[in-house]
């Protein structure tokens, strides 16, 4: 969970396996999450999409975990198919501000290539979709303060006020009440000024629905996957909302991020308020 050496490399440097670790959430001292075969990488998107081609004649898994807050979504775009057809979990470090820690140092991104066993890539969320689609107005990737709906255009801010009553939540309840893509990323909001932010990139088309909480659904489906050989990469956010019912954690290994690598029809993206796995295949 929390970095498990206190070796720092330089960006860029390749170190061997057992070597690699990053700022977990929930961790209160350092823990080995996995022990497994493979390589490391720490560096720049730029470089971490170079040496991630360079493995593919050996890598059966990558783990990624970003040290940025931002660019995420580039980066995931722009692999090549026959890294991105690799399976892959991980997401943002935990950080309180500017960069969280990743072991190599990386100015953008660790990579851990896994070259032994046989896995899949699986995402689970715990929101589900609520209500009819509508359009966030603006071009910023992340940030709007209106939507379009079919009456037309409102606040986004008296929009989320009246969706929070109409279910039951608390009017600042930034958690329970999230936002979903057509293809199953969820995106965690927050308030800026007149603003809403999201933790990750609208989609392109900028439509979505709204997503409720739904612990024991949630709860479900994450068990569902869980296996004493997985791992798993689920949301601080998710963390905090489940508290202290949490059983996947004594089955599989599981750390908690800020921002999580979803598998959205066989394709990486980034994601918030997400489980990313990586499940041996039998």
Known sequence: MNPVTATIHPVGQVS???????????AREPQTFVNSRGLVFGGTYEEASAWMTGQLPQARAFVVIFSRGEGMEAFLAGLSPAVASVPMAGGAAARASGAGFTHPAAEDVAVFAI????????????HFPKGEAFRCLGDAPRRFSAIMTHEG???VGDHLWKARAAFGLAPDDWDRLALVTDDGIVLHLHEDGERVVSG?????????????????RGGAAILARARPDALAFGCAGLFGLFGSDRPWEAVMPTTYLFGEIANANGIPR?????????IPRP
């Not at 061997?16 to 929930?26: I, K, N, Q, S």
């Not at 990750?200 to 024991?216: I, K, M, Q, T």
């Open 16 to 26: 061997p396996t057992g070597d690699f670790g990053w700022a977990c959430f929930a």
């Open 115 to 126: 070259t032994e066993g046989q896995w899949r890539s699986v995402s689970v969320t715990s």
């Open 153 to 155: 255009t409102v606040g």
């Open 200 to 216: 990750a990139d609208l989609p392109a088309s900028r439509e979505v629905r709204l997503a409720l909480f739904d612990p024991d």
């Open 270 to 278: 980034f994601a918030n308020l997400t489980f990313s796995l990586l």
